[in-house]
Every structure is written in structure tokens, then in C-alpha cells.
């Protein structure tokens, strides 16, 4: 194949469904690539409960190092253990490499009937504080303390994330989501330092919302949102909510972004429910792939991918069962591949 760049890319193929998924992601990424003259070499790395059972460590120091030098990982989910057990490969992650900004853009695909059309909305969330610190501990038998982290430095800069991203992309209106009447310093302080950021940007409508109110006003009219700017915990809940209004957690991709590294995975976890039986929708870590080629400048490879993916939905022929369709993850895969040949 000829190439006029090769990029280095950090493969986290994880578990549960996140082999097949990354399988078919890989897959058509290459084939786009080849398309577009750009290769790929995948530094593939286990995770989690099977890296402890092969190396001995849950995230290898290989897998750390490769994350600094590649700059950019591609990540399936982690399964992570109920009420005990290792601390979640996903948050120590994002914690390590500060990918402070988790970034989530919820749009329908063309084609596919959804419960509610034309959403084109952003989950903009804390990533490396909030109850997601892991500082718990027994206090005694039958009391329990999990701290909730707050800090000036992350809030700010995660507004700062949110609004620049507005003021970029022309979007109208940030929706800060919290729980300030009931949790007056952390979100209070949360909320203080959106409305520091916001007086910044006066072309962008600043509103605040209280997050149990935000969950009946989404279902109601989502419409009304254009970013959702929230806290650690608010943004993983809301996240899969949002990803409902376009056909579930099969489609809905997302980014973790620092200063210094990137990693992309999607929305949803590790499916044990389906896992192994050629059932989950790529769809999602696919358009997350896409969001990584837009951010290691690869414009076209992204575009290729996206319009075909498109095709395969607006066809409706090759759709996976999550989303109404009779077809695997192989060959959903397949028919992505051969709807770039038309595209
Ligand atoms: P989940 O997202 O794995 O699954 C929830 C439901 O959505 C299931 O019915 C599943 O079959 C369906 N689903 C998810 N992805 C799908 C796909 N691509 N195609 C079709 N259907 C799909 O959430 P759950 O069950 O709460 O978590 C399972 C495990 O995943 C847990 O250990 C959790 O900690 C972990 N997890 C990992 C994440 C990550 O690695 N970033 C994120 C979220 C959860």
C-alpha cells in the first residue's frame, strides 16, 4: 500500500464486546486509509482483568508508555468489577493523562428512525474529579465517606473547554447542569466558575439547570439543548440517556482530551449481555475512530468513513439488532467497507 503518512496509534481492544467492535473498527479505519494513502500501526494492549491475568498488572507500563509516546489511543470498554474489586481501567486512565475534557456529541444518523429526529446535540463533562476521585472509606462498620472532589482549577477549565468549543463550531448555548441547591459548595463552586467563563463569551446563551429537572426536560424536548456542560457523575448519566434519543448506546461516540494525549472510546461499556455472539454495533466506537482521525488531521480518512457509514444507514439493508436490523458486527463492518467504494 502507498502511504503518504503513517500514524502510530495506541489499540486498547478491551473486553467483553470491545474485541468484535474494535475488530470491525479497525478494519474499515484501514481500509479508509488505504483509500486516502494513510497507514496505521496499532500498539495493541491489554487491559484490565486480562492483563492481570497475563502481566500481572491491571494497566501495563508498556500500555502507559505507549499512551505517552503515541499521544493517541483507540479504546474498546473495560469491564468494571460491581462493589469491589480493581478500580476502573477507564477512569484511572483518564485520570493519569489528565484528559480532563470527556466530550460527547449526540446526532442522529440519516435513515435510521429514531424516538426522536434531528438531535444534534454535545455532552461536555468533568473527567478527572467529582465522586469519580475513588476516595471511599468505612468510617465503622455500616458508614461508608465517598469524598466529591470540586475544584476551581478543573470546573474552570472545563467551562473554559465548553465555551471555546461554542464559539468554534458556532453553537448558541451552554447549559450548565447541576445539583447546587442541595450540594451548595462543590456544585455552587462548579457553578461560579461556568458564569466566570461565561461572561467571556458573550455570544453564547449561558443557562443553568438543575440535573433531576434536566432528566424531565430531555425527555420532554431535547431540543431545547444544544451543550450540556456538567460534572463527573451528571455527564456519565446523562450520557446514556442522550444516547437513547438516537437509537442507544450502539451509536453514541466519545472523546478523552487532555493537553498532552487523547484517548477515544465510546459511550457504552463492555456489553456482557451480547458479548462473543457477533450482536454489537461497531457504530459507536467507529464514529469514535472518526472523531480520533479528525483529531490527528486525517480530515478526509474521517469524512470517507463517516459518509459511508451514513450509506449503510440511510440503505437500512446491513443494520445491526440493537438498532432494528437481522445483521452481525462482521458484516456490518463488510458492508461499511463496500459502501466506501460508492461514496
Ligand atoms: P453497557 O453499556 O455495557 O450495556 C448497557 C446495554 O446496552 C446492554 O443491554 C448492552 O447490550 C447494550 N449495548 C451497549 N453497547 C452496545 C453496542 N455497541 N451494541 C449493541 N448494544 C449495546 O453497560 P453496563 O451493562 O452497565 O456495563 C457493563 C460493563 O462495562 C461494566 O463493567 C461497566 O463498568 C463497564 N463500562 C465500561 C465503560 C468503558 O470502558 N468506557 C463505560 C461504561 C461501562
Not at 49 to 68: N, T, V
Not at 112 to 122: A, C, E, F, N, S
Request: proline share 4%.
Amino acid at each position: 500500500m502507498v502511504t503518504s503518512r503513517t500514524h502510530a496509534i495506541t489499540l486498547i481492544p478491551g473486553d467483553g464486546i470491545g474485541p468484535e467492535v474494535s475488530a470491525a473498527v479497525v478494519r474499515i479505519v484501514e481500509a479508509a486509509g488505504a483509500a486516502t494513502e494513510v497507514g496505521f500501526e496499532w500498539h495493541r494492549f491489554a487491559a484490565g482483568a486480562e492483563a492481570f491475568e497475563r502481566f500481572g498488572e491491571y494497566i501495563p507500563q508498556a500500555l502507559y508508555r505507549s499512551i505517552e509516546e503515541n499521544k493517541v489511543a483507540l479504546k474498546g470498554p473495560v469491564t468494571t468489577p460491581v462493589g469491589g474489586g480493581f478500580s476502573s481501567i477507564n477512569v484511572t486512565l483518564r485520570q493519569k493523562f489528565e484528559l480532563f475534557a470527556n466530550f460527547r456529541p449526540v446526532k442522529n444518523l440519516p435513515g435510521l428512525k429514531t424516538r426522536y429526529p434531528g438531535i444534534d446535540l454535545v455532552i461536555v463533562r468533568e473527567n478527572t474529579e467529582d465522586l469519580y476521585a475513588g476516595l471511599e472509606h468505612e468510617i465503622v462498620p455500616g458508614v461508608v465517606q465517598s469524598l466529591k472532589i470540586i475544584t476551581e482549577k478543573a470546573s474552570t477549565r472545563i467551562a473554559e473547554f465548553a465555551f471555546a468549543y461554542a464559539r468554534k463550531h458556532g453553537r448558541k448555548k451552554i447549559h450548565a447542569i447541576h445539583k447546587a441547591n442541595i450540594m451548595k459548595l462543590s456544585d455552587g463552586l462548579f457553578l461560579r466558575c461556568c458564569r466566570g467563563v461565561a461572561v467571556t463569551y458573550p455570544e453564547v446563551t449561558y443557562a443553568e439547570h438543575i440535573v433531576d429537572n434536566t432528566c424531565m426536560q430531555l425527555v420532554m424536548n431535547p431540543y431545547q439543548y444544544d451543550i450540556l456542560l456538567t460534572e463527573n457523575l451528571y455527564g456519565d448519566i446523562l450520557s446514556d440517556l442522550c444516547s437513547a434519543f438516537v437509537g442507544g448506546l450502539g451509536l453514541v461516540p466519545g472523546a478523552n482530551l487532555g493537553t498532552e494525549c487523547a484517548i477515544f472510546e465510546a459511550v457504552h461499556g463492555s456489553a456482557p449481555d451480547i458479548a462473543g455472539k457477533d450482536l454489537a454495533n461497531p457504530t459507536a466506537l467507529l464514529q469514535s475512530a472518526v472523531l480520533m482521525l479528525h483529531h490527528i488531521q486525517e480530515k478526509e480518512t474521517a469524512e470517507r468513513i463517516q459518509a459511508a457509514l451514513e450509506k449503510v444507514y440511510e440503505d437500512g439493508k446491513v443494520l445491526t439488532k440493537d438498532v432494528g436490523g437481522t445483521s452481525g458486527t462482521t458484516a456490518f463492518g463488510d458492508a461499511v467497507i463496500a459502501a466506501m467504494e460508492s461514496v
